[in-house]
């Protein structure tokens, strides 16, 4: 949030044109998009940059390798970044580019004001160069002798360059992080950067000679030399904004978060905020890095031909799908696994049964017995105030939830809201008061016109997640006109509409994804195979239970593992657990923890090890069994509104499927929190920690 409260200005990481979007590009700019639509919706004048970085080596050699010139490969490969985000809906204010105009003036104008100022000297340098990361590492900083970040080859280099005297802004930068604790989020990414601000700090080589690379911007002050392209990028987010306001007066710049991927934070935090003291500028007021999206638990690559296509997902399951399911299943700042399976089960559940569900019965029932009009009325019910009031508890809770980046746990709060109305639905039954004719008309007008206006409500909040599904719901309830917003039109408290136009009728928002069975097969309904459920939840194969520790002791051989003897239940049970620099024997004597109970057996250095302990790294690195309060041995522990049909012998890779997470102090399996017979399960771990 900006100081005043009233404006926000965000940015992603202006993408490479070398590659089609992929699902990290479109997953940075849809939670862009998300957290602007909020923002919006929270009544604040908000700005939305994205676009493409086009300088540099690897564009110039793409270009020579396809034929054409530098200009016309970002031309062709700026407009796929532009039309993909145009159909995912990304509405975005400006979509700028490094070749603009604009922005090179403004850039040499940095370089201008940077030497002017004596921030830049001449020398000459011999480094390793990587040409896939366009920069130098030390001897160091290579990896069997590769560059650390890709893996691809280096080759020496000794030419003259110019550099900036990043190093002496070290100090500056170190206490700048520590009095600015929310600087650079999650908490996590910050201690990674104050890690490598403990190292030496080499000042940055800020140009390339034109005889090595051609394509860039020229310096002003040495016009054989072109701008690093990483410098020229990150200005970017100035060039774009620079003499700009936003309608109220205020200056758009600075940007309130700067939101980027987890492997470019360096360049972002250091880099980028060094560049800005020097210059004497506005530091933006969070940057904030996102995980990674993870396939088969490795991250996602072009190399690796791991890539999930975002336009192939849109055609295939919607745009508002794919939008739902990249916002609800990341925790933002952690990494997330992407399958097929849990995009069709959120799908299924959350859509087509919850959000779905509720409106279809609304309009169908309308359409019997009220000729498809309502009245609103007063809540004068104890159902009917009780529905009100998760009404304007989901409103608080999920618009606060959102400024503390929480969008997963947003959704939610605000589909806690929708399934509240199902169950009012079940309560009030008002299919039976439509056959009553004329003499429960009354009764079912105020049935459908509270479940119409909580879903009203719910479907605003849902918007910014889901705009064009969101906007068909609102309009299927009667809000707005053709060519109009209905969301502007649809505020967020009880009784803000008037219902004065007709509801839809026939509106299937989300139909269900069916799956076929493999051939031969039978299915439920009947025999010759035909369509099945979707997949069973990641989490619905995993069994977990609460254990009791009886004895530890040293593994035989191995120096970091603690052999334990377990009691579950009336079972004995000995698992090997990783705990041994962590607790000491007297500190896990006697504790329940929550074990793995169906993980396939494992010969761990010639003990077998039957299931495992969950755990968690909290503070000062220390990892600590999560803690099953008030459970008994023998108790299971399950996820909220989770289906429970255990595997034998699960494996971790399938474990791995439904990670598990800690936010506020509460063990979660995505938004869903684990409990016990008696209570949630917790862990001494900061939000975001994984549980493994």
């Avoid at 479907?459 to 209905?486: D, I, Q, R, W």
């Avoid at 010969?603 to 000062?620: D, T």
Wanted: aromatic share 10%; with cysteine; charged share 25%.
């Amino acid at each position: 949030m900006s100081d005043s409260e009233k404006t926000f200005y965000i940015t992603t990481p202006i993408y490479y044109v070398n590659d089609a979007p992929h699902i990290g590009h479109s997953y940075t700019t849809i939670l862009s998009d998300v957290l602007t639509r909020f923002h919006k919706l929270a009544g604040e004048q908000t700005f939305f940059l994205t676009g493409t970085d086009e300088h540099g080596q690897k564009v110039q050699q793409a270009a020579d390798k396809a034929g054409v010139s530098p200009q016309e490969h970002c031309d062709a490969y700026s407009k796929r970044f532009k039309d993909a985000w145009g159909e995912l809906n990304i509405g975005f204010d400006k979509f700028i580019r490094t070749t603009d105009p604009e922005h090179i003036a403004y850039v040499q104008d940095i370089f201008r004001r940077l030497w002017d100022k004596g921030r830049i000297y001449e020398k000459e340098y011999e480094g390793w160069y990587s040409v896939g990361e366009e920069r130098f590492f030390t001897e160091k900083e290579l990896v069997d002798g590769k560059d650390p970040i890709s893996g691809r080859p280096v080759e020496k280099i000794r030419e003259k360059n110019y550099f900036f005297k990043m190093s002496e802004y070290q100090e500056w930068l170190i206490r700048y992080i520590e009095d600015h604790p929310d600087f650079i989020l999650p908490d996590f990414r910050r201690n990674e950067v104050l890690g490598f601000l403990r190292q030496p700090l080499n000042d940055l080589c800020i140009s390339r000679p034109k005889s090595r690379l051609a394509w860039g911007i020229t310096l002003p002050f040495a016009t054989e030399y072109v701008a690093y392209v990483w410098v020229d990028a990150l200005f970017n987010y100035q060039s774009a904004v620079a003499g700009k306001k936003f309608p109220d007066g205020s200056p758009i710049w600075p940007a309130d978060y700067h939101l980027l991927g987890k492997d470019i934070l360096t360049t972002h935090a250091v880099y980028w905020t060094t560049l800005l003291k020097a210059l004497d500028m506005p530091q933006p007021r969070h940057i904030l890095a996102h995980g990674w999206w993870l396939f088969d638990n490795a991250r996602m690559s072009k190399t690796t031909g791991n890539v999930v296509a975002p336009m192939a997902m849109k055609d295939k399951y919607g745009v508002d799908a794919f939008r739902y399911f990249l916002i609800r299943e990341m925790v933002v700042g952690q990494d997330a696994s992407f399958s097929e399976e849990a995009l069709v089960q959120r799908l299924n559940s959350d859509l087509a049964n919850d959000v779905g569900n509720g409106l279809s019965r609304i309009l169908k029932l309308a359409a019997t017995g009220l000729e498809s009009r309502l009245t609103p009325v007063p809540s004068d019910g104890e159902e009917e105030a009780a529905l009100k009031k998760a009404a304007g508890d989901a409103v608080t809770a999920t618009l606060e939830k959102v400024k503390a980046l929480k969008l997963s746990f947003a959704i939610e709060d605000t589909l806690q809201l929708i399934r509240a109305v199902n169950r009012y639905l079940e309560v009030k039954a008002p299919w039976k008061l439509a056959k009553e004719g004329p003499a429960g008309k009354d009764k079912l007008n105020s049935v459908l016109y509270h479940s119409a206006e909580a879903l009203r409500i719910g479907f605003s909040l849902l918007h910014p997640v889901m705009p064009a599904k969101m906007e068909e719901a609102l309009t299927a309830l009667g809000v707005g006109v053709v060519g109009s917003n209905p969301v502007a039109l649809s505020p967020l408290k009880w009784g803000g509409y008037d219902y004065a136009k007709p509801l839809g009728q026939g509106v299937n928002l989300f139909p269900r994804v069916e799956t076929e069975k493999p051939a031969g097969q039978k299915s439920a309904g009947g025999p010759g195979g035909g369509p099945k459920p979707a997949p069973a939840d990641p989490f619905s194969l995993v069994h977990l239970k609460v254990a009791r520790i009886e004895e530890v002791e040293d593994h035989p051989n191995a120096d970091s593992l603690y052999v334990l003897r377990l009691k579950v239940g009336e079972e004995d049970r000995t698992v090997c657990a990783g705990l041994k620099k962590h607790l000491a024997k007297e500190e896990l004597r006697g504790r329940n923890v929550v074990m793995v109970y169906n993980l396939k057996p494992a010969n761990l250095r010639g003990v077998e090890s039957k299931g495992m302990i969950l755990a968690a790294e909290g503070e000062g690195g220390k990892v600590i069994p999560v803690m099953p309060e008030g459970a008994v041995s023998g108790d299971d522990i399950k996820a909220a509104d989770t289906p429970f049909e255990p595997k034998a012998d699960l494996t971790l890779k399938e474990f791995d499927k439904a990670p598990l997470t800690v936010q506020a102090g509460i063990v979660r399996y995505r938004d869903r929190q684990l409990n016990s017979p008696k209570g949630p399960v917790r862990a001494q771990a900061p939000d975001g920690t994984a549980v493994r």
